[in-house]
Nanobody
Framework: QVHLVESGGGLVQAGGSLRLSCKAP???????????MDWYRQGPGKQRELVAS???????NYAESVKGRFTITRDSTRKTVYIQMKSLKPEDTAVYYC????????WGQGTQVTVAS
């Protein structure tokens, strides 16, 4: 039973852009609208780290490393969280995941982002 589905990753050149999507198909809309959703990433040989966080109708929060380059948005109709990534750097290479702020859902398969220098 899939709870989170990430997509949109790929191979891009440094300076390029990507938009990732994370859909929560099993979550009811009222729950989706009431909880904070986060994007995480795990680079090669690194621990998973929080990248961006957003509650419905409130300002988002970002890791310092992505501030000004990444933008997290939500679509309650589609129960989907997006992250728009621009000015990508090789150090952004990672598998990207989403989850609730309490990480209560099983992790999805993630989506691989590879930034070539």
């Amino acid at each position: 039973q899939v709870h989170l589905v990430e997509s949109g990753g790929g191979l891009v050149q440094a300076g390029g852009s990507l938009r990732l999507s994370c859909k929560a198909p099993r979550m009811i809309t009222s729950t989706f609208n009431s909880i904070i959703m986060d994007w995480y990433r795990q680079g090669p040989g690194k621990q998973r780290e929080l990248v961006a966080s957003a509650a419905a109708g409130r300002d988002a929060n970002y890791a310092e490393s992505v501030k000004g380059r990444f933008t997290i948005t939500r679509d309650s109709t589609r129960k989907t969280v997006y992250i728009q990534m621009k000015s990508l750097k090789p150090e952004d290479t990672a598998v990207y995941y989403c989850n609730t702020v309490s990480k209560e859902l099983p992790w999805g398969q993630g989506t691989q982002v590879t930034v070539a220098s």
